[in-house]
C-alpha cells in the first residue's frame, strides 16, 4: 500500500484539513493516510495546547466515517518530544512492507533543512506530498544543494485555497464568533459539550 502520513496536533481538525488529507489522498493515489495526533510538537513547546484525549475525541469524530483515514497512536503512546524522522522510522517498522508517504505544505518543505536530521528523514520517507502554498517563496536550487535528491522524492498536489485555521477557530469560539461550519457537526457538538477553547476563567 501507499500510505499518507498527516501529522499535527489537530487543535481541533476542521474542513481546512479534512480537504488536504482528502487531496492527497486522490492527487497521490494513496491507500491509506494515518492522522498522526502530536501531543506536543518541538516547534510548539511552551504553547497552550488542548488536552490530548480531547483532541484525540475530536479528530476520531473528524475522520471516523472516512473508510481510508485512521488514527495513529505512534506519537500518542510515547513520550516525547517526537521528531518526524523518528515517527517514520518506527512506521516503517510498522509497516514493513509498504511505501510511506509524509504529507506537508511547501511552507514545511521550505523550512525542512532546520529540522531534526533532515538527510535521515529525507532517506526515509518513499516521498514527501506537498500541498501548494501560495505567497511561500521556495528556494528550489539551494534546498536541492542542501538535501540531495529532495526533489526525486517531492510529490506537490493542489488543494482548494481554504482560509480557515485551528487558532482561528479557537479564537472565535473564545470571543463567542459563530464557529459552526468551519468544521463537521460531530466536532463543533463534541466542543460545545466538552466547553473547549472557552476563556481560562
Not at 510548539?44 to 490530548?52: C, H, S, Y
Request: charged residues 25%; aromatic residues 10%.
Amino acid at each position: 500500500m501507499r500510505i499518507g502520513i498527516f501529522g499535527g496536533t489537530f487543535d481541533p481538525p476542521h474542513l481546512g484539513h479534512l480537504i488536504l488529507a482528502e487531496e492527497a489522498l486522490y492527487q497521490l493515489a494513496l491507500d491509506r493516510i494515518l492522522w498522526v495526533l502530536t501531543e506536543i510538537p518541538p516547534h510548539k513547546l511552551g504553547w497552550r495546547i488542548t488536552e490530548l484525549e480531547d483532541r484525540v475525541r475530536l479528530t476520531e469524530a473528524a475522520i471516523g466515517c472516512h473508510p481510508f483515514f485512521s488514527l495513529s497512536r505512534i506519537e500518542i503512546d510515547r513520550p516525547g518530544p517526537h521528531f518526524a524522522v523518528d515517527t517514520v522510522r518506527m512506521l516503517k517498522e510498522e509497516y514493513p512492507h509498504d511505501g510511506l508517504f509524509y504529507i506537508m505544505g511547501e511552507d514545511s518543505l521550505r523550512d525542512l533543512p532546520t529540522w531534526r536530521s533532515p538527510d535521515d528523514f529525507v532517506h526515509e520517507v518513499d516521498g514527501i506530498g506537498v500541498m501548494r502554498r501560495t505567497g511561500v517563496t521556495l528556494d528550489s536550487a539551494g534546498l536541492e544543494e542542501s538535501l540531495k535528491g529532495i526533489f526525486s522524492k517531492v510529490l506537490f498536489f493542489d488543494t482548494p485555497l481554504i482560509e480557515i485555521s485551528a487558532s482561528a477557530i479557537r479564537e472565535r469560539v473564545r470571543a463567542g464568533k459563530p464557529f459552526r461550519y468551519f468544521l463537521l457537526p460531530q466536532v463543533y457538538d463534541l466542543i460545545l459539550e466538552n466547553d473547549l477553547y472557552l476563556p481560562v476563567k
